[in-house]
């Protein structure tokens, strides 16, 4: 919300603000600090201003989507007949009516679909020409296959994007330099790449920032972020995936012990309007054949009676979203979607408008 904005910017009292034009290929910028007076944040039922920027969710799915490869189960075998069940992964489209301009969040392997879906997201955006910039610029979370694998559609294969500014934490930057076949995409300029730290806040407009913070999960390539969105009316936090929130509790961040003002998930709640967060499971052993402990996610069971003390202001704020093909919340009304339902909080869905 605004003043738990307030509060975290607080905390990043001497950060450096990089600017999205201009800034250098490796993350500098210009150093200025996001401060001032700002609003209370408007109730979600509440109409924005039609020129306020605003997110499209591209998609509420684990890696895998729904339906996933090679799934005969009922939950996939359902979205196959019925395309209203279908679920793409995980993304959101930030627009800015206001100058036309737009930012995606994670590029997944449904980014033709999404951007599709996308079309005509700003209504005052010009598609002119042959090949029109899709984006004006790329926030990944991390480098697993759901969050970065639609990059191949950028490369000369296929679209072709020229300097896409491409905002990745430095060890992410590093991988995509030395591996093929994402560093051909640097190497031929078609990403620029832009560093991130939770100490760096990206000014897009001088009331629409973008700032992240440091999570624990498995980091075979990449660290993983979160991002917190500071919008002129709304905050919105994007934290799609995590390990168990008590490994979070327990975790320090290397190299920067403050991540940001955040180390812990209620501080992040407590710092936005809206927080969509990691739900990929709705409890254990729903995988059948394997080992949960291998993919560590906090159950929406957990998540439940973790949040449970949480006001109801607080509790309203949350949806869940990175849903896997098995978890039963993805299916509306279903036993486990009530759940959800009736203890405060919601399932994302594909489709779903927030404005800032």
Known sequence: MRTGGLLVIGLLATA????????????????????????????????????????????????????????????????????????????????????????????????????????????TREMEGPRPPLLDGLFLTHAHMGHYGGLLELGREAYAVKELPTFVTPRFAAFLRANGPWKLLVEEQRLMLRELDPGIVIELAPDLRVRCFRVPHRDEFSDTVGFLIDG????????????????????????????????????????????????????????AGRSMKEIPHPFIRESLERFAPLPAAEREKLFFTHLNHTNAAATVDSPAWQAVVGAGMHVLDDGRTFGL
């Open 16 to 123: 450096a603000t990089a600017l999205l034009h201009g800034c250098a290929a490796d993350g500098a910028g210009g150093a200025s600090v996001a401060s001032g007076e700002e609003p209370v944040a408007a109730p979600l039922d509440e109409p924005l201003p039609s020129q306020a920027p605003y997110v499209v969710v591209l998609g509420t799915a684990q890696d895998g989507g729904l339906p996933h490869l090679g799934c005969e189960r009922d939950c996939c075998s359902e979205a196959r007949r019925d395309p209203a069940r279908a679920r793409r992964v995980t993304s959101l489209l930030m627009c800015d009516p206001r100058d036309g301009r737009r930012w995606l969040f994670d590029c997944t392997p449904d980014l033709r679909a999404q951007m599709e879906l996308g079309r005509g997201h700003p209504a």
């Open 232 to 287: 002129p009316n709304r905050d919105l936090l994007y934290l799609p995936d995590i390990d168990k929130w008590e490994a979070f509790d327990a975790w320090t961040p290397p190299d920067d012990p403050a991540n940001g003002g955040i180390r812990s998930i209620e501080q992040a709640i407590a710092a936005v309007d809206i927080a969509l967060i990691d739900g990929c499971f709705f409890a254990d052993g729903e995988i």
